[in-house]
């Protein structure tokens, strides 16, 4: 069975400094990818995904996830944060027309 | 846009008491799903459902059960609530696609606190 690794639970950085949000998977065949992020009294919400094509996909403010098949990974990255990035993010991952397996998330706190 | 609305976000309640949470969503879509999400845990899934009237063990089903009378919502029911089952609850739908990958939109969450 497919599972996801989110090896951070929090991960405090300061206002425009880069940022990595590390998440492995396991699985034996070919996967689809999620990032998810959940701020504070909300629900979540897809930040970006990799469904095939080119392993570099791209968020609307400025995120960016690589899918890595030989590392398995699917870290997510941010050159330069913001205060409004403080959330919570879980990777997930599907082998598609199933249910999605999250990670325990990270937390993302950006202080000024 | 796609909205998923769960009905109550917050209630308290007590042991042994019967609780319905409620989920609707408004976009048509066959797949719904009830998750819980707890600190250090992330989200597990609870049950889920493909159709009307069909439903499926998740991960954690243990005390819970659903209904799926409607294509537009699903409900959770805690037959007998116990202390271990405050959480917040999440619901999500998708709509089942070609890819084959389902992209979840979620509700805001009901946080339950069995007292």
């Known amino acids: 069975a497919q599972s996801v690794t989110q090896l951070d639970s929090q991960v405090p950085v300061f206002e425009e400094a880069p940022v990595e949000l590390r998440c492995n998977y396991s699985?034996?065949?070919?996967?689809?990818l999620f990032w998810y992020v959940q701020y504070p009294n909300q629900g979540l919400q897809l930040l970006l995904k990799?469904?095939?094509?080119?392993?570099l996909v791209e968020s609307i403010n400025g995120f960016e996830a690589e899918f890595n098949k030989s590392q398995t990974s699917f870290h997510l990255r941010k050159p330069s944060v913001h205060i409004s990035d403080t959330a919570e993010y879980f990777c997930a991952v599907t082998l598609g027309f199933q249910k999605l397996v999250f990670g325990t998330g990270t937390r993302l706190l950006v202080s000024p | 846009d796609v909205k998923v609305t769960q009905s109550s976000r917050y209630l308290v309640k007590r042991t042994g008491e019967k609780v319905f949470l409620e989920c609707v969503q408004d976009?048509?879509?066959?797949?719904m799903f009830w998750y819980r999400q707890d600190p250090g845990l992330g989200l597990r899934l609870i049950y889920f459902s493909y159709d009307v009237k069909m439903k499926e063990k998740g991960d954690i089903p243990e005390g819970y059960s659903v209904s799926r009378e409607k294509k537009e919502r699903f409900s959770l029911i805690l037959e007998s609530a116990s202390t271990n089952q405050t959480s917040m609850y999440l619901c999500?739908?998708?709509?089942?696609?070609?890819?084959?990958?389902?992209?979840?939109?979620f509700g805001a969450g009901s946080r339950l606190t069995v007292l």
């Open positions: 976009m048509d879509h066959e797949n």
């Open positions: 699985s034996s065949v070919s996967v689809y």
């Open positions: 999500a739908s998708s709509f089942q696609g070609t890819t084959g990958a389902n992209v979840l939109t």
């Open positions: 990799y469904l095939s094509g080119s392993t």
